[in-house]
């Protein structure tokens, strides 16, 4: 398992932010004391803007320069453009990865699913998984998929992705719920997997294999997953239900595509989600 992370992308906070520090140290130190898994470690590179423009306006690039928040979940942190310019660069170099045969997880942060071609929201500055994929279509792949099992729609990644030929969207989340989109399928290949707040884990389980049933009908030659950790049942933001072992199930569920695969971190905020992330790293490593 190679996994693509940068401690300094602990350097921004703000008192009693969800999405804070701890999410990624706290795994850093799982992951290293752990022996179950032979990781290598490796740190991102670098991100062109020509790259990061396929998916974003030149005003949002732009806009993460000025010292004002975006929204109430989305502050501006001192060098935000910088952690945000990380994290996509760790996405692409997942993508690399990938394509080179390796089982790989880029843990970093901010996250990016929500962030949309013109805006920074719901704690994402630059849509990460949005780039990679964009980025894959241009070098070469013929259809990519976008899985994205994040407790809250990806209408970032959604918006993006409308209707491109090539690659198709598959998210599963809570609805209605933040952000409010992802009711109904979008477009021509944007396909929306609402599950009612309070349905129970047999049903969000469901939903899940059903989705991947139609990922798999999409025949990708490559899996590009939005990985949040927040549909589980102690997570402190939403109503989730699933247990560690459906992270388990979710990684080895994707493995059994048997197609090139990579995976971002995306949302995650219990003080489980180091165990979470290992468990989802086992599947997909089939251990
Ligand atoms: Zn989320």
């Given at each position: 398992m190679k996994i693509i992370t940068d401690e300094r992308c602990a350097g921004y906070s703000r008192p009693g932010h969800p999405e804070r520090p701890e999410r990624i140290l706290a795994t850093l130190e799982l992951l290293r004391r752990q022996t179950e898994l032979p990781i290598e470690w490796a740190e991102p590179g670098r991100v062109?803007?020509?790259?990061?423009?396929?998916?974003?306006?030149?005003?949002?690039?732009?806009?993460?320069?000025?010292?004002?928040?975006?929204?109430?979940d989305t502050p501006f942190y001192e060098n935000i453009a910088g952690f945000a310019r990380a994290s996509v660069a760790a996405a692409l170099d997942a993508l690399a990865a990938a394509r080179a045969g390796d089982n790989v997880f880029s843990l970093m942060r901010p996250p990016g699913h929500h962030a949309t071609r013109d805006q920074a929201m719901g704690f994402c500055y630059l849509n990460n998984i949005a780039i990679a994929t964009l980025e894959a279509a241009a070098t070469g792949a013929e259809r990519v998929a976008v899985f994205d099992f994040d407790v809250h729609h990806g209408n970032g990644t959604e918006a993006i992705l409308l209707n491109r030929p090539g690659v198709a969207f598959f998210s599963i989340h809570l609805h209605p719920f933040y952000p409010g989109t992802g009711g109904a399928n979008a477009g021509k290949n944007c396909f929306n997997y609402p599950v009612a707040p309070y349905d129970p884990r047999e049903t969000y389980r469901a939903t899940l294999a059903q989705s991947l049933g139609d990922l798999k009908k999409f025949?990708?030659?490559?899996?590009?997953?939005?990985?949040?950790?927040?549909?589980?049942?102690?997570?402190?933001?939403?109503?989730?239900?699933?247990?560690?072992?459906?992270?388990?199930?979710?990684?080895?569920?994707?493995?059994?595509?048997?197609?090139?695969?990579?995976?971002?971190?995306?949302?995650?905020?219990?003080?489980?989600?180091?165990?979470?992330?290992?468990?989802?790293?086992?599947?997909?490593?089939?251990?």
């Open positions: 062109s803007d020509a790259q990061i423009l396929r998916a974003h306006a030149p005003e949002l690039l732009a806009r993460l320069q000025i010292p004002r928040d975006f929204d109430a025949r990708p030659d490559l899996v590009a997953v939005s990985a949040g950790f927040d549909a589980y049942v102690c997570d402190p933001l939403v109503q989730g239900v699933l247990e560690v072992e459906d992270s388990f199930w979710l990684g080895q569920s994707l493995r059994a595509f048997g197609v090139p695969m990579f995976s971002l971190l995306e949302g995650g905020y219990s003080r489980d989600l180091p165990e979470l992330i290992f468990a989802y790293l086992k599947g997909v490593e089939g251990k």
